[in-house]
């Protein structure tokens, strides 16, 4: 306990205050009915200046109560709907509550009578916290003040949504007692339960009792107290020992009877009883709980929660870190042994994790490290003090890197603690970074310059690597060029349940790392290293927000503040790089950065390569300086940034290459595949061969020649020639696309230019388009704004020539707004549209889409749209209650309505009335229309469409009645699905008379855009 003593010195020199809550909790675990009953006392001791009303207490079990919670909003937005559906038996939830302070009883209240929460919390997110709660105190607690507070409880353990929860005789028990909020100096800090955003507690000792079954083995955060108990775990130690060494031996015969490579994939084994092992202890099998019970006793001081984790079937690993001040770490492995292979090097992991981290940042202070193997819905880990739980793997690799990632957050969520839900990287990040640090190899002294594999640079001991694409170029970062393809990337100064889940998961964790990596590699191990020993040293036990860390770093001689600029900032930088040759090998070189500041102070990476792009040499080069640089002899092409993990779609001002004419122009290479990573210095066009088909055209074959698709670029192009072998003509489409990518309100801006020519029909089209962002607003719409035109003609089949509609000016300009709502149980998604034919004649349209999953697997499906146009307008602006596609806005395998047989004509569009009946003749200047889709209640796979309509000019009105097969959307702009008519006003006395005509009646729909944007879903 020596090393908390020197912690609480430098804690005491500081005027930053850290409230202390110490706890008594009591427990007893009711397997059979799923229940805890308990009991706390805890003592808040006020260490703060401020005279405290009251405390806010979290009830986190009640997260998983009912639907409606903040944790159900965030699993159904994130697209997960177990909670919602759950039946009431499955939920959990606190109760039987009767707090006492200072022995007087107390009734808590609504979280929202409460005080402010600290700056930066969403207030509105405590109207759904059933969770949060705030107890006010019956006299206030002055400066230096202690209260004690008590109370009864009784928690319902849910099965496992999140991480709290229960698989047969399995239980994890996390997040599970009343348990303060946080207040310190930027005020109090009230959490509802999410998985996005997990922790923010308060330090304190912990004394627990826990009242289990008998035969179940328990691993908890602190130090057992109970000896008998301890034999327990050691007899369960050897024979878990033993039955490896058996199964070890086993598995050695099985690969002499059949050597080869076996590679398995799997969450967990199908069975409980793998074949070709020993025959499991009668422990490993037991499923059911003791009738007697024993009580396990656990103590430990300096740690801000407490977790435990109960299962009879537990094995047992050990194994022993010392540290280099004496310090000896346990390191123990709870498992069910069907996951063996995988777990029985845990304990190892685990050593490995301390043993590097202690030297690294800090010593670890605790007596031991435990990973429990249990069922888990947030992640393959989860961390708590001293113990973590991770998913059930037999995949080695795997869990070496789940556990060298939950071990790492006894650091930084454990001792540091940072605010994970206000600033989810300091923690999910910075331990990210050094997950990677402790399972990569050790790094190589020499340059790798081989052809396979990917190259890199060694920049101070530390290699960056270089994915090498086609014909060896040097190829972007391809996780960050996957995270700005779906221009999901977000700022990280936002708190955690502002965060979508891509940009939480790759942006918080992924792209933290790497961009901590490669400020390491600019400016060196040793220092980085010597900067978080500082940090640690500073803010163990105290909680340390952003400025914390980057005071300790830019203590050391880090520029931090720049290092956090860039984490923070909301635009994407443009590194600018000129060059001019003053000698034969040398060159006077200036980059700028764009923002003005960003990576300031910071060395930017640069690399010399020769023909081949092989490295040469590599630099660290100043920003927004000028300078003289010799090249190597045989430098060939110069570029900065190479690495692409700070990144940049503007790179043609990153490059120089040193021979030929246009020395800052790219490059094109050639390849056979529509997907072009970015090359630096390179323009990559992708040549893919087509084939199509319709009834003017005949067989048609191809090549698609495109710059684009993945990632987004600021400029992109496709042209599309294909042969039709019955007109002997080329038919085909082309078009252009530029982006914008502003950092205000808007999120992307696109301008795009498109032609096509395909079965007497030739459309070009026009349009410029801003996406207004979500990202912030999680649950929130997304909408966009176009402007487009229109330019339409037609052709008739002999001779083959276009008669161009309004005498070549465009046919339709109209401005649209579109706006989409998504979740996994509700989807809301509106249009509207004011178009003019510039000849006089209005015309607008509104429609409004539902999917609402009322029940587990059953979905209904709405529409609704109105049309009106002007009288006197061209018959391609009219309304058709069957859907019309009047400007070529989808392709589909005919021209819409043309074909020899009825498969290809009927073909009925989602748009305008979709009648689910052929009606080509109806047409009208105002149409108002509903459908309806209803899974079948027996076969769920069919479904019961209702169509209706009206117009209003004709007074006339439709209906129809069809099942159809399943609508299906393969991505989000392609849906395929058939329907047949079964009653309607299509059919003489509202139904067929025989199966024929029903037959006769099918449609199908296809809805292909155009343009290849739809190939975003791809990736």
Known sequence: MYRFALLAIVWGQTPNFQQRVDYFIQAILYPKENLLRGYIRFTYTNNSPDTLQGLYIHLWPNAYSRRGTAFDRQQRITGKKQLYFARSEERGFIDSLD????????????????????????RALLRHAPDVVWLPLPQPLPPKGQVIVETPFRVQVPITFSRMGR????????????????????????????????????????????????????????????????????????????????????????????????????????????????????????????????????????????????????????????????????CVGLFRLPYYEAWQYSARYIAEAIQKLSPWVGPYPYAHATAVEGGLEAGGGMEYPMITVIIPTTDTASLR????????????????????????????????????????????????????????????????????????????????????????????????????????????????QNVLRYFVSQVGQTSWDKGMQRYFREWAFRHPYPEDWVGSLSAEGLPAASLLHALYSDREP????????????????????????????????????????????????????????????NTRFFCINPEQVLFERKTNNNFFYTRGLFRHWQRPVVSFSPLQLPAMGYTGIGITPMVGYNY??????????????FPKRLLEFHVLPMYSFLAGEVRGSAGVTVRAFPSGAVQLIEARLRTATFAGFWRSKASIEATFRRRYEVFGWRHIVRLRTHHLAYATEQPYTYTWENAGRPAYVALDWEGRREEAILTIASSAS??????????????????????????LWARSYAGWVQTGAPDYLLFRPSGYDPFGERVLIDRFREGPTRLTRQQMPETQGAWRTPSDTLRTTTLLAANLELPLPVWRLLVLRIDAGFLPVEKRSYWGLSVGLPVIRLWPDLFIGGYFPVLGSSYTHGRPTTLTQVLQNFTWSVEIPLHLRWLRGLW
Not at 243 to 254: C, E, G, P
Not at 615 to 631: I, R
Not at 696 to 705: C, H, K, N, P, V
Request: no cysteine; hydrophobic share 35%.
């Open 574 to 633: 443009d590194f600018r790089l000129k060059a001019r040759k003053v000698g034969s090998t040398q060159y006077q070189l200036r980059i700028e950065a764009r923002p003005k500041g960003y990576w300031q102070g910071i060395p930017l990476s640069a690399v010399a390569t020769d023909k081949d792009q092989r490295p040469l040499a590599e630099y660290h080069l100043p920003t927004d300086s000028t300078f003289t640089l010799t090249l190597p002899e």
């Open 401 to 512: 890197d789940i556990i060298a990632h939950e071990v790492g957050h006894n650091w930084f969520q454990g001792i540091l603690a940072s605010n994970e839900r206000l600033h989810p990287w300091q923690d999910e990040g910075i331990n990210s970074y050094y997950e990677q640090r402790i399972i990569s190899p050790p790094t190589p002294t020499t340059q790798d310059t081989g052809t396979s594999g990917s190259r890199g640079l060694i920049i101070n001991g530390q290699r960056i690597p270089l994915p090498i694409g086609l014909k060896g170029r040097l190829i972007g970062h391809p996780m960050m060029a996957f995270y700005h393809h779906l221009n999901a990337d977000q700022p990280f100064s936002l708190s955690s349940e502002k965060y979508s889940l891509i940009a939480y998961g790759i942006g918080v964790y992924q792209r933290t």
């Open 834 to 859: 004011v178009g003019h034919d510039l000849r006089g004649h209005w015309r607008a349209e509104a429609e409004s889409r539902l999917s609402w999953e009322a029940f587990p697997k059953w979905r």
């Open 99 to 122: 707090f006492r302070v200072g022995g007087q009883p107390v009734k808590p209240l609504p979280a929202v009578q409460g005080p402010p929460p600290a700056p930066g919390y969403s």
């Open 167 to 330: 698989s047969g005789p399995q239980f994890q028990i996390t997040q599970w007692y009343p348990k303060p909020a946080v207040y310190d100096r930027k005020g109090w800090h009230p959490l509802p339960y999410l998985d996005q955003g997990e922790f923010y507690s308060e330090w304190g000792r912990y004394e627990v009792e826990l009242s289990v079954p008998e035969n179940f083995i328990v691993g908890a955060t602190g130090i057992l107290q109970t000896p008998e108990e301890y034999a327990r775990l050691q007899a369960r130690i050897q024979e878990t020992g033993d039955w490896l060494k058996k199964a070890v031996s086993y598995a050695s015969r099985d690969t002499l009877r059949s050597p080869g490579l076996s590679l398995r994939i799997t969450r967990g084994p199908k069975s409980s009883t793998p074949r070709n092992l020993p025959p499991f202890p009668r422990w490993a099998q037991d499923t059911l709980p003791s009738p007697t019970y024993k009580t396990l006793r656990f103590v430990q001081d300096s740690v801000h929660d407490f977790a435990w984790f109960a299962d009879p079937r537990y094995g047992i690993v050990t194994d022993t870190v010392t540290l280099a001040d004496g310090h000896r770490v346990a």
């Open 696 to 709: 003017r055209d005949g067989l048609m074959a191809g090549l698609l020649i495109n710059h684009g698709l």
